[in-house]
């Protein structure tokens, strides 16, 4: 049998996740159960998501209301919010204009720490970029205690592998202030850099914001 959403752990439902971590937080199939709201007796809404998405975002978008009816599972009032969804992002895109933004430790840092100043938690979140340093995607991925926000090497190969990531630049806060990175974060800066390689990604950075500045593991030679 398949699982319901109504039968996950709260911090797996998309919703919730949305909710507590922000929309960044979901894969291309979990926005899209939040779009239908309900699956199908065999299929919850992140299963019937991902048929949807077998021929791509490009693919998809191209159908009109009454192909996506068509469906199994769909129906008038899933296909319609679905065609005002790509309806929307093809406006969003007509208000900005041009190639994604290149990747700018300084400047990502920046605002990085600006956002995080007022954080009482580490928040570990990670830049997917394609092979010329432009950035596809940014996700806040775990939210963690005041000095842990260590997740699973497993959770970013999702998202980068989600992206059609070739670079991955991750970024933490420190709410003691002090940007050092930790043995631990070390640690897992390894681990992680081993393990994206098996997937063809290249750990291009890891960032550790503090109050007042930041650390580069790469600008310390640490690749």
Known sequence: MHELIADMPMDERPRERMLTHGAKSLSDAE????LLGSGIRDKNA???GRDLLRGGFSALAQCDAEQLAKWEGMG????????????????????????PPHFDVNTFSRGFIARSRSMT??????LFLDSRSRVLREREIYVGTASRALVSTREVI???????????????????GDP??????????KKIRSSLRLVDMHLVDHIIAGAQGFTSLSARGFR
């Open 31 to 34: 926005l899209l159960a939040v």
């Open 46 to 48: 992140i299963e019937l």
């Open 76 to 99: 008038v009032a899933k296909s319609t919010r679905i065609i005002a969804a790509f309806e929307l992002a093809r406006r969003l895109a007509k208000d900005k204009p041009g190639d």
């Open 121 to 126: 938690q580490e928040h570990l979140g990670a």
């Open 158 to 176: 999702r998202y980068g592998l989600d992206a059609n990531a070739s670079g991955v630049v991750l970024f933490h806060n420190h709410p003691s």
């Open 180 to 189: 050092s990175p930790s043995k631990e974060d070390l640690s897992y800066t």
